[in-house]
């Protein structure tokens, strides 16, 4: 028998089953049906809706349990829209945070939008090609393309003229070797603001390449690869490459062409029986990208999608700085209350005893720290959180105390001090990492979580020991010495 025969017989059978089921369940529905109607008229309607609203909240049950959780978890709107983005930077600027960035960026679609100038940015690895691209597609410029890595130090734009149209074209940093963070991140801006990116390749995409495709995609921007020096590949390892470059790029980007940017290079030419060392341009090929670029300038969206690209970094700038000013705050907050904790300590410890969390000035500092990231924190979370961080602390105990004893050798002449001075030394370095792990809490869990942070302050405490103590000392030891005065 074969595998075809088989299967016919099979989907028979499949078939037959189905009609039974079907049968039965209509006998079932019918027979119910009927003693519904002997109940009362309005039985079989009630009966009805009551179904529907079951069928109705499986398949919405069904469906979200497929699409997986709520997109709205997310910190980073993913549509920001210009008006309320205006309006969370006054309120942010009342509050004192740093805006500056995010209206730079406001300011800058603004005026791209009045230029009418179509932005086109390189995007790519070092050494990729991108700024002998620059020079192939606008042969009135003279970049500063060079044989070392990471020539290009900042962005710079070039302006041409495409089938009527005004375009610039950013060559920025491309990452790797020498490049710093903080020039790849404004390659990206740079990047997230044009309407179009151009990503240069010299060979296979590597995880860096694939990250920031991903990256670009997420903020659904249109990205050609353009894989350059082909003039160093056989026409056949072209093909090849060309076409991994389009698998793994995938979905991520609207083409794969092939260039052949040229640059330069440095020729020996026999001369007379001399040689010399002159520079010579390699052919450019890049006929491909201009048509791939002007495809990409038809669509209709591209200025929509510029600018929901620009606002969404905008509106992240403003995040950061945000997060920024209340981590300042924080620590501002931390530092008042571990003051606090020293002084209420030097007070009430007796020698010898555990440490213990100072409860109502403890509450009072989360709750403080919850108003400042505007999260509220429930009275039941900071229990937990306490009782917690309580246990942690009973294991650490032993090992703050000694750390904080040991701290106080660094000044001098202070002979035998009561245990309670190192005990209220002690509180400012609980205090501190209570502080510290409260803040991160709020700031990446977006809520007090009291197991996650608890964790949190046992390490902190670990961490900070060693770093804090000798500055809690010295503030123990101070107000110990100024209420001993008089003694
Ligand atoms: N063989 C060959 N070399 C190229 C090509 N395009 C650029 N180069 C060389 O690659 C090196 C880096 O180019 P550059 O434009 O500075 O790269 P960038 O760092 O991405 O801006 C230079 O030595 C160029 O001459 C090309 O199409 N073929
Ligand atoms: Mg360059």
């Keep these: 028998m074969t595998v075809r025969s088989l299967a016919a017989i099979l989907i028979g059978l499949l078939v037959l089953l189905l009609m039974i089921a079907l049968m039965m369940s209509a006998d079932l529905l019918l027979s119910v049906w009927e003693r519904l109607r002997q109940v009362g008229p ?3 309607p009630i009966f009805a809706a009551v179904m529907v609203l079951f069928a109705g909240a499986g398949t919405l049950l069904g469906v979200r349990l497929l699409r997986g959780p709520a997109r709205s978890a997310q910190p980073s709107p993913s549509v920001v829209d210009a008006e309320s983005l205006r309006e969370r930077i006054e309120h942010a600027d009342e509050r004192g945070v740093a805006t500056g960035t995010a209206q730079a960026e406001l300011r800058r679609l603004d005026q791209r939008k009045d230029s009418g100038e179509v932005y086109l940015a390189m995007f790519g690895g070092a050494s990729a090609g991108k700024s002998s ?51 790849i ?128 970094l905008a509106s992240e700038k403003l995040q950061r700085a945000e997060a920024d000013q209340r ?10 209350y571990a003051r606090r904790a020293v002084i209420g300590a030097l007070a009430a410890i007796t020698p010898g005893s555990d440490l213990v969390i100072q409860a109502a000035l403890a509450t009072r500092f989360l709750r403080e720290l919850g108003d400042l990231y505007e999260i509220p924190v429930r009275e039941i979370e900071i229990d937990r959180f306490l009782t917690l961080a309580g246990d942690r602390l009973k ?57 996650w942070a608890a964790d949190q302050f046992e390490k902190r405490l670990d961490e900070s020991v060693e770093e804090k103590a000798l500055g809690y000392a010295r503030l123990a030891l101070t107000r110990w010495k100024a209420e001993n005065r008089d003694d």
């Excluded at 606008?138 to 990471?150: D, F, M, N």
């Excluded at 390892?237 to 609207?254: I, M």
């Excluded at 020996?268 to 006929?287: H, K, M, N, S």
């Excluded at 040991?406 to 002979?415: L, R, S």
Aim: glycine share 10%; hydrophobic share 40%; charged share 25%.
């Design 42 to 44: 309005w039985a079989p």
């Design 133 to 183: 691209l620059i020079e192939a597609l606008l042969p009135q410029h003279r970049l500063t393309a060079g044989v070392t890595l990471g020539t290009t130090r900042q962005i710079s734009h070039y302006a041409g003229d495409r089938g009527g149209r005004p375009v610039q074209l950013a060559d920025v940093p491309g990452f790797g070797h020498a490049a710093t963070e903080d020039l």
């Design 185 to 312: 991140d404004a390659a990206r801006d740079e990047a997230i603001r044009a309407h179009l990116v151009i990503y240069v390749a010299d060979g296979d995409l590597d995880r860096n390449d694939g990250a920031e495709l991903k990256r670009l995609a997420g903020y659904g921007k249109p990205v050609i690869v353009a894989l350059n020096k082909s003039d160093q590949y056989t026409t056949d390892e072209l093909a090849a490459l060309s076409s991994r470059l389009a698998e793994r790029s995938g979905a991520d980007v609207a083409a794969v062409v092939t260039v052949s940017a040229g640059g330069e290079e440095q020729v020996l030419i026999q001369e007379g029986g001399g040689e010399t060392l002159t520079t010579r341009r390699r052919p450019a090929r890049v006929d491909a990208l201009w048509q791939a670029i002007d495809r990409q300038l038809e669509r209709q969206e591209l200025e929509a999608e510029r600018e929901r690209s620009s606002l969404k």
């Design 327 to 336: 981590a300042a705050a924080g620590q501002a907050l931390t530092e008042k």
């Design 395 to 451: 294991k650490t105990t032993a090992l703050v105390l000694a750390v904080t004893g040991n701290a106080f050798k660094a000044f001098p002449g202070i002979g035998t001090l009561t245990g309670g001075v190192i005990h209220a030394a002690a509180y400012g370095m609980i205090f501190d990492s209570l502080g510290r792990s409260i803040c991160a809490s709020l700031e990446e869990r977006k809520s007090l979580d009291p197991v």
